[in-house]
């Protein structure tokens, strides 16, 4: 059995010195050490994310991760974030965000790109899909890569955010959530992860983290509290813990 993957997506909320108390609260709350059966991703904003790296770096389990990143290389793209720059600090990266396809226009084909682009520099892609159509919307090499022709064999992982559920307080069923991570599963890969994200809270976490085929949450309002987070990690980590 895998590690389940809990991660934190803070979006546009914190500040270094609010990053800064959040840690110190998260760390008097859990010892990272004693995680046997979770991994945590915390995904703060890009200028963040070098404060954190240092942070971080001391625990065990932790790793941090991106909101976005360009869908292009280094070049003259003003405003850009490369995935090459963001190798210094991060090893996932979330891609995809309905927020970004809501917000900014993304598109299935820039989702393609920025996913490339991880690979490129090793850093494992969370894509986030709202429904089975949408999956359609992305370019064919992207699920081939998926299907472990990968050939940095980096592991890919999906998340599941339902529209309907993504910061609104109404998440989907767990057996909604569990049938979409089995047939993601059956179409692309046994070997990629899913997560459930949407109105993940310290009360439903369970719900969801206990469905044998989703290997993790992704979530956006109560990881900004480091309480709520913590509890989350802990359920997932009793949960885990019970089917090893
Ligand atoms: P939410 O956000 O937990 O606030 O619904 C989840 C996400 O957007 O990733």
């Known amino acids: 059995m895998e590690k389940k993957l809990v991660v934190a997506n803070w979006k546009g909320y914190k ?51 991106a909101q976005d990143v360009s869908k292009f290389g280094e070049g003259q793209y003003t405003g850009e974030v490369s995935a090459k720059m963001l190798r210094d600090f991060v090893s996932f990266v979330i891609v995809g965000h309905s927020e970004r396809r809501k917000y900014f226009g993304e598109t299935g084909e820039d989702v393609g790109r920025k996913v490339e682009q991880c690979l ?36 890919f992982a999906y998340a599941y955010e339902p529209l309907s559920a993504v910061g609104t307080g109404e998440p989907d069923t767990p057996e909604n959530a569990q049938e979409f991570a089995l047939k993601i599963k059956k179409e692309i890969s046994r070997d990629i992860r899913v997560l459930y994200g949407g109105s993940v809270n310290a009360k439903n976490a369970k719900s969801f983290v206990s469905q044998s085929d989703i290997d993790g949450v992704l979530v956006g309002q109560a990881s900004l509290d480091a309480e709520e987070f913590a509890d989350i990690i802990k359920t997932t980590e009793q949960e885990n813990k019970g089917t090893l």
């Open 15 to 65: 500040t270094v010195s609010e990053a800064q108390e959040w840690m110190k609260e998260f760390r008097a709350m859990i010892v990272v050490q004693q995680l046997n059966n979770v991994s945590v991703v915390i995904c703060p904003s890009f200028v963040v994310l070098p404060r954190m790296a240092d942070e971080v770096s001391k625990l065990e389990g932790v790793k941090l991760g």
């Open 120 to 155: 490129k520099y090793d850093l494992i892609p969370i894509v986030c899909v709202s429904s089975v159509q949408e999956l359609s919307s992305f370019p064919s090499d992207l699920a081939c890569r998926q299907a472990g022709l990968n050939p940095n064999g980096t592991i």
